[in-house]
């Protein structure tokens, strides 16, 4: 059944409709907002939390953490649920933007870094070299600071299957090898809805690209998401989590989808809070090692922590 076909079976409540009363997004204080979101405006940055529309952006700001976008702000997938930006061509590289995240880090005195990119099929390496060097410049001001990285598949760009594996294992080596604290990378929804939500990605590609990271750096914990409300059913939510233990990844974030605009995927079903805890518990019995699930959780809320 096709997410249009499904609308009928849940009521199908439109971004400026009313959310449930279990969903609040806060912005936190005005203060903290104000502050990095005039940093990033200096330092001509792009950020996840506010390119994305994040609800839970002011908490982490307080928190000390954010998450940086890196390769610009337009994509070059057109994902079904994501407020990014998306069209060709993609923005020239700008080989500045790794000082002035480093700069902008350094000024917000951040404790934890999520790096992620738009996808960059556009790019010999697809972007892996953005991670790489956003790294290095952090790392020459503040050494100590942890840095999670949030990637997209690196897929691409070869003749056969076979070439684009390669090519792909060398460019998640690149990252791997630069020592992030954790290496995450979204599922974002079942197997089944993969085709109408992610374009350009697949199911299973991305379960082998979090197995091959296991591969190349045991050391380096692996971490996934998914989004609930596109359509899923109980059964298929537990399979995803059995695959992702599957290929060994540790972190698990589950959230609800919010429909960011009319131009986005609708919302088919909202789930209570007491679903997302008994998902909780199920990827807890699985054997994830960290679990954060709740209605507001995005893959890099409370990241130092998840």
């Known amino acids: 059944m096709t997410i249009s076909s499904r609308q009928t079976k849940y009521n199908t409540i439109l971004p400026q ?25 200096k330092y001509r940055l792009h950020t996840i939390c506010e390119e994305g529309r994040c609800p839970n952006r002011g ?17 070059t997938r057109s994902c079904a649920f994501c407020q990014v930006n998306k069209g060709k061509p993609p923005e020239k590289i700008d080989h500045g933007e790794a000082d002035r995240i480093a700069d902008a880090i350094n000024n917000l005195k951040l404790r934890y870094v999520v790096l992620t990119a738009v996808a960059r099929d556009d790019l010999p390496d697809h972007g892996a070299h953005l991670f790489v060097d ?5 790392r020459r001001h503040n050494p100590k600071i942890a840095i999670e990285v949030l990637t997209p598949d690196f897929w691409g760009g070869q003749k056969t299957i076979k070439s684009a594996l390669k090519a792909q294992r060398h460019r998640l080596t690149l990252v791997l090898n630069a020592n992030p604290v954790c290496f995450n990378h979204n599922l974002e929804t079942v197997e089944r809805l993969q085709k109408q939500v992610r374009r350009g990605a697949t199911y299973r590609r991305s379960l082998d690209l979090l197995e091959a990271a296991r591969e190349i750096n045991p050391k380096i914990p692996t971490k996934s ?18 695959d992702l233990r599957s290929v060994d990844c540790q972190r698990l974030t589950i959230g609800q989808y919010l429909r960011p605009s009319l131009a986005h995927l609708p919302v088919q079903h909202y789930w209570e809070p007491k679903d997302f805890k008994y998902f909780a518990d199920i990827a807890k019995e699985l054997g994830f090692i960290t ?5 507001l959780v995005r893959s890099s809320y409370h990241a130092e922590s998840c």
């Open 17 to 41: 409709e009313r959310l449930p009363k279990w969903i609040k997004p806060t912005l936190g204080k005005a203060s903290e907002l104000e502050k990095v979101q005039t940093l990033v405006k």
């Open 59 to 75: 908490d982490c700001y307080a928190a000390g953490t954010a998450t940086f976008l890196l390769g610009g702000s337009i994509c």
């Open 134 to 138: 956003a790294m290095k410049s952090i």
């Open 225 to 242: 998401g998914i989004m609930l409300g596109l359509g899923e059913e109980k059964k298929e939510i537990i399979q995803t989590l059995k």
């Open 291 to 295: 679990i954060n699930s709740g209605p």
